[in-house]
């Protein structure tokens, strides 16, 4: 069965960086894949997707500009890379992958949506102070 390791998370002041990496255990290049992050108490929000291809990219309006999303189908690799960093993106990180092919504008509406991906990491904690 394919498994996504996380790693990459930490803890670091406001404004500092970390980049995230997803291992998949087996190939990933046909699926959208995407990060998602959780805080206590709250709901688990999708961060950031990327299609098959790594053309095509989303971001939660609370990202863009400061959090990439690449990925490198020939390591079966999806990363995270997440700039000027705030007390908000505090929580628990995950990879997830999808096991439906989609067409990009079906996956456009429905890429936030947790029930969307088959497959989940066991997440990774980043933590950042003020």
């Known amino acids: 069965q394919v498994q996504l390791v996380e790693s990459g998370g930490g803890s670091v002041q406001a404004g500092g960086s970390l980049r995230l990496s997803c291992a998949s255990s087996g190939a990933t290049s046909r699926v959208y894949m995407g990060w998602f992050r959780q805080a206590p108490g709250k709901e688990r929000e999708g961060v950031a997707s990327?299609?098959?291809?790594?053309?095509?990219?989303t971001y939660a309006d609370s990202v863009k500009g400061r959090f990439t999303i690449s990925r490198d189908n020939a390591k079966n690799t999806l990363y995270l890379q997440m700039d000027n960093l705030k007390p908000d993106d505090t929580g628990a990180y995950y990879c997830?992958?999808?096991?439906?092919?989609?067409?990009?504008?079906?996956?456009?509406?429905?890429?936030?949506?947790?029930?969307?991906?088959?497959?989940w990491g066991q997440g990774t904690q980043v933590t950042v102070s003020s």
């Open positions: 997830a992958s999808a096991g439906v092919v989609y067409s990009w504008i079906n996956w456009s509406s429905r890429w936030n949506r947790p029930a969307s991906y088959i497959r």
């Open positions: 990327m299609s098959p291809d790594g053309v095509a990219t």
